[in-house]
């Protein structure tokens, strides 16, 4: 199973953006993948306050953190690209990480 930091918006349309996250994690395990995607997990309630910039940040970093044994980065692009998703590309490129950009289809 290949590791990878899974990338999707997270902030601005929150349940459309979880719902859609959801599909996208989805779509990474039926590639035989094992996904991470942070967003999802530490926003959940009593976690990270995604609205306050320092718990945002700080969220966004210890995702990343995977990028030490991730095997690419794959990021889903049907509702475009975030900053937020913008600095885990740019970030997984400094690292030398492939980056893969991917759809679902019918989304």
């Not at 918006?9 to 994690?25: D, H, I, S």
Request: glycine residues 8%.
């Amino acid at each position: 199973m290949r590791l990878v930091i899974l990338e999707s918006p997270y902030a601005g349309e929150v349940e459309r953006n979880v719902a859609y996250a959801r599909r996208c994690v989805r779509d990474s395990l039926l590639r035989n993948e094992a996904p991470v995607a942070s967003h999802l997990l530490y926003t959940q309630p009593g976690i990270l306050d995604d609205t306050v910039p320092a718990e945002r940040q700080h969220g966004i970093d210890a995702g990343l953190a995977w990028r030490k044994v991730a095997d690419a980065s794959v990021v889903y692009v049907d509702h475009g690209i975030s900053k937020g998703m913008d600095y885990g590309i740019a970030a997984a490129k400094a690292a030398g990480i492939p980056v893969e950009y991917r759809s679902l289809e019918k989304f």
